[in-house]
């Protein structure tokens, strides 16, 4: 009799057991998506303020973007500069104001590594109203590095680009 009241006990405990791993497996992905969600809410809130160094720091040691073209800087330094150079105070007249918008279509983890698409509007106040200026989509490989997730790779793509007169 005492054996089988063990075995219940052993068969009962076991789902709960493994329940509790499915639950913490499952709050681990989801601050992992919520973490990676806010590493796209920097990247926008960086390029806003042209602050390109924090932008550069939100790449792994060897992350690339890619424009146009499927070419671009790899690693943070060389990410800076051509930040600086492309869209740096002058470089594209006004942009004062000016911001973006994001949003998660997908987000996929898998441990250390994730993929992800962002769509993004990158709009411009005028007379009171705002005006989309482009849209467009992210396809980023990300990776936790230091504890922290960054991008591996970002490939920007511009669904929707302006006449030189929309500026």
Do not use: C
């Not at 924090?54 to 500069?81: D, E, M, V």
């Not at 992800?116 to 200026?133: L, N, T």
Request: proline share 4%; charged share 20%; no cysteine.
């Amino acid at each position: 009799m005492r054996l089988r009241a063990a075995a219940l006990l052993l068969a009962l405990a076991m789902p709960a057991a493994g329940r509790a791993a499915d639950d913490a497996a499952t709050v681990a992905t989801l601050e992992d998506r919520q973490a990676i969600e806010e590493l796209f809410h920097a990247y926008g809130r960086a390029v806003d303020a042209q602050d390109f160094g924090a932008l550069a720091g939100l790449f792994a040691r060897n992350g690339q973007w890619t424009g146009a073209g499927g070419s671009g800087p790899t690693g943070p330094t060389a990410i800076r500069a051509f930040m600086e150079k492309t869209f740096g105070v002058g470089a594209l007249g006004k942009w004062q104001g000016d911001f973006h918008l994001v949003r998660p279509l997908r987000i996929d983890v898998a441990g250390d590594r994730a993929t992800a698409e962002v769509r993004w509007i990158f709009a411009s106040p005028q007379a009171g109203s705002a005006q989309m200026i482009y849209a467009g989509h992210y396809h980023d490989m990300l990776v936790r590095e230091d504890g922290r997730w960054r991008f591996a790779r970002r490939v920007v793509t511009a669904d929707i680009s302006p006449g030189p007169a929309a500026r």
